[in-house]
T-cell receptor, first 112, second 115 residues
Framework: AQSVTQLDSHVSVSEGTPVLLRCNYSSSYSPSLFWYVQHPNKGLQLLLKYTSAATLVKGINGFEAEFKKSETSFHLTKPSAHMSDAAEYFCVVSYQGGKLIFGQGTELSVKP | GAGVSQSPSNKVTEKGKDVELRCDPISGHTALYWYRQSLGQGLEFLIYFQGNSAPDKSGLPSDRFSAERTGGSVSTLTIQRTQQEDSAVYLC?????????????FGQGTRLTVV
């Protein structure tokens, strides 16, 4: 069975410092993995996706994620946080046939 | 259209009434998904449609919930005899096809409040 676990429900960083949002997945076969962001009162926006090509995936707004099969992880990182990065982030694994399984979400706060 | 469109954006209904939520997917997208997001919760899968195949209804929480997709485009999610626990944001998404690498694009959601 496929599942995804976001290890932190809330992460707080200072502006200009690195961001790390952790995600682990379980899958019986090679998954596709996504990160989505949801700003307050906005829709979900795709940040990046991994689909068995390069293991280091670059997304929008300076975010990137690295697929590590040995660790079953797909952590999201950004070198320097910006105030506008404050939002809810969801790690998502794609079920065979396209069904998306969402993690519980990580709320990112950015302090000035 | 340019994106996934959902209507209404907000709906307040009395307990016991039926509601219909509408989703217009991106033109040309053959896959359509419905999810529910409750306060402080992640996204709960409800149902998805792919072309003319039978929909995957495995996420529908009860027989009060149903969905249809007419002509492979617009979809309607119907909740009968609404209960307070149905209050949530209902999100629709579409993708070009149901393949593991397809990206799903989400609408803004319908916020349903059952009073």
């Amino acid at each position: 069975a496929q599942s995804v676990t976001q290890l932190d429900s809330h992460v707080s960083v200072s502006e200009g410092t690195p961001v790390l949002l952790r995600c682990n997945y379980s899958s019986s076969y090679s998954p596709s993995l996504f990160w989505y962001v949801q700003h307050p009162n906005k829709g979900l926006q795709l940040l990046l996706k991994y689909t068995s090509a390069a293991t280091l995936v670059k997304g929008i707004n300076g975010f990137e994620a690295e697929f590590k099969k040995s660790e079953t992880s797909f952590h999201l990182t950004k070198p320097s946080a910006h105030m506008s990065d404050a939002a809810e982030y969801f790690c998502v694994v794609s079920y065979q046939g396209g069904k998306l399984i969402f993690g519980q979400g990580t709320e990112l706060s950015v302090k000035p | 259209g340019a994106g996934v469109s959902q209507s209404p954006s907000n709906k307040v209904t009395e307990k016991g009434k039926d509601v219909e939520l509408r989703c217009d997917p991106i033109s040309g997208h053959t896959a359509l998904y419905w999810y529910r997001q409750s306060l402080g919760q992640g996204l709960e899968f409800l149902i998805y449609f792919q072309g003319n195949s039978a929909p995957d209804k495995s996420g529908l929480p009860s027989d009060r919930f149903s969905a249809e997709r007419t002509g492979g485009s617009v979809s309607t999610l119907t909740i009968q005899r609404t209960q307070q626990e149905d209050s949530a944001v209902y999100l629709c998404a579409s993708s070009r096809e149901v393949r593991v690498e397809s990206s799903a694009f989400f609408g803004q959601g319908t916020r349903l409040t059952v009073v």
